[in-house]
């Protein structure tokens, strides 16, 4: 079974700096997706970013861009420019490529952006 | 949003009394899934459909059971709730696009066991 592990509870970072959230996974896969979520205090779960495997260019989205290690199951987003509607839940997900798979997320990091 | 609605929105109920929850979506995607989010463990997958009449368990089924009668439909059963089913529970479903895939949520609803 597909596992992932998000080893930072919490985080914080002040206004306009960068911080990094990490990610490990575990499969044996060679094909599958990676995703970023954010749960802002609505609790509306919200596509960040998106990475697939096969492609070895790290996706980024305005300021949101990932680091994307596939030989050491690594997968962390960087978020650039913090803004103060960046504080939520951020969790990290996995999907095999198959049909039939379902999402695996793992245990979510707390991001606080101090003003 | 993907037209996907969750109720209720937020529920109460007694100890040993039955819940159903809907998910109700209005695209005709296939796969949906019910997440139940608890501090610490992300979301954890309790039961998923990849079709109308088709589903399966997820890493913690115990106590729940799920129908899907008609494909945009999608309703999640407590039998005989127990505390330890007080939790935010989410309905999700996958949309799958030429060379991409995403899943897109409901709103949540959460179910406190008293």
């Known amino acids: 079974a597909q596992t992932v592990t998000q080893s930072q509870p919490e985080m914080s970072v002040q206004e306009a700096e960068t911080v990094t959230l990490s990610c490990t996974y575990d499969t044996s896969e060679n094909n599958y997706y990676l995703f970023w979520y954010k749960q802002p205090p609505s609790r509306q779960m919200i596509l960040v970013i998106r990475?697939?495997?096969?492609?070895?260019q790290n996706a980024t989205e305005n300021r949101f861009s990932v680091n994307f290690q596939k030989a050491a199951k690594s997968f962390s987003l960087k978020i650039s420019d913090s803004q103060l509607g960046d504080t939520a839940m951020y969790f990290c997900a996995f999907m095999k490529h198959n049909y039939g798979q379902n999402f695996v997320f793992g245990p979510g990091t707390r991001l606080s952006v101090l003003p | 949003d993907a037209g996907i609605t969750q109720s209720p929105r937020h529920k109460v109920t007694e100890t040993g009394t039955p819940v159903t929850l809907r998910c109700h979506q209005t695209e005709n995607h296939r796969y949906m899934y019910w997440y139940r989010q608890d501090p610490g463990h992300g979301l954890r997958l309790i039961h998923y459909?990849?079709?109308?009449?088709?589903?399966d368990k997820g890493e913690v089924s115990d106590g729940y059971s799920v129908s899907r009668s008609k494909t945009e439909d999608f309703l999640l059963t407590l039998e005989s709730a127990t505390s330890s089913q007080t939790s935010v529970y989410f309905c999700?479903?996958?949309?799958?696009?030429?060379?991409?895939?995403?899943?897109?949520f409901g709103q949540g609803t959460r179910l406190t066991v008293v």
């Open positions: 459909s990849y079709g109308v009449k088709d589903t």
């Open positions: 990475q697939e495997a096969y492609k070895q």
């Open positions: 999700a479903i996958r949309v799958h696009l030429t060379a991409n895939t995403e899943a897109f």
